[in-house]
């Protein structure tokens, strides 16, 4: 099976305003591993470079700096024109990401014949089949026959899984992919993407901005701000036990809180809140401090990955057993990881 490794993962944009041009850096060194049988959960609010570190590992955006490496079980590195064999994406958006004009089966049949997966006519249809059955479409010859809008959101969902397995793939990067369903069927969803890592022994990157959904489908959460990881750790012991104020924050459902739910916010982060800090947010330092409202001083400066638990690590000075020398600004211990 395929082990993903990224590391140090970077994108920059170019922004041009008349005849000025800027840098925007949407992900800002991430590293994590995509292991088979397991799943990391990509969280954080809309703009904080989920969907762009999905679309780097899946080839749709090129890397500014870092790497991402996929080898097999042998250890040997998986060569770039398998890579796509290997890694494929599910879109946040099912109708968008099908074509309208063409039939289910010519969505499943042509990454089948691209891939060297099957050959012929009969040997076609039958693999079309038997990976819509695989995804609780039936009956699949008429399923096959159908076209994205005479399927509901669910079905057209099921279809885009079945497509990105197609090829055979051992890494699914699922971009969302119940957050344009109803509610009804999105369990449904994620229990079939459940159920197929289990019997293909997938690696799975799972990006949402629902805890619910991350705490339920993941092994391990990754927490995202302005393109930085802030928290990582085991899905339950960042969400029962979330150690940055950001995550704080998103755990108690209320990022922008007023005056009815200042008492839940001071629970969730056990600190009064201030108001808003007054620190500037451009210089260099943590990317959350001017909306943290338990931001101070040593806060203009990017504290490293501190760990706050078993294998759980958290981007903040505020870090439980500080003293006041981590307080004031001093560079990370020896033994602290980066995210």
Known sequence: MTTLEVRGLTKDFSIRSGLRHSRFRAVDNVSF???PGRTVALVGESGSGKSTVARMIA???KPTAGGITATGPDGRRVADRAYRDHVQMVFQDPFASLNPFHTVEHHLARPLKLHGRARGKAEVAQKVEQ???R????PAADIAQRRPHELSGGMRQRVAIARALAPGAQVVIADEPVSMLDVSIRLGV????ARLQREDDLAVLYITHDLATARHFSDDILVMYRGRVVERGPADEVILNPR????RILAAAAPNPDARDRARLTEAL???PAGGSTLPGDDPGCTFRDRCPMAFEACTRMPEDFEVGYDHYAKCWLRPGADSADRAGRPAAEGTATA
């Not at 994620?190 to 993407?193: A, E, G, T």
């Not at 940055?244 to 995550?247: A, L, S």
């Open 135 to 138: 995804v609780n479409l039936t």
């Open 270 to 272: 056990g600190i009064e």
């Open 244 to 247: 940055h104020p950001y995550t």
């Open 59 to 61: 080839r749709l955006e």
């Open 33 to 35: 591993t995509l292991a």
């Open 131 to 133: 990976l819509l059955e």
């Open 190 to 193: 994620l229990n079939l993407l």
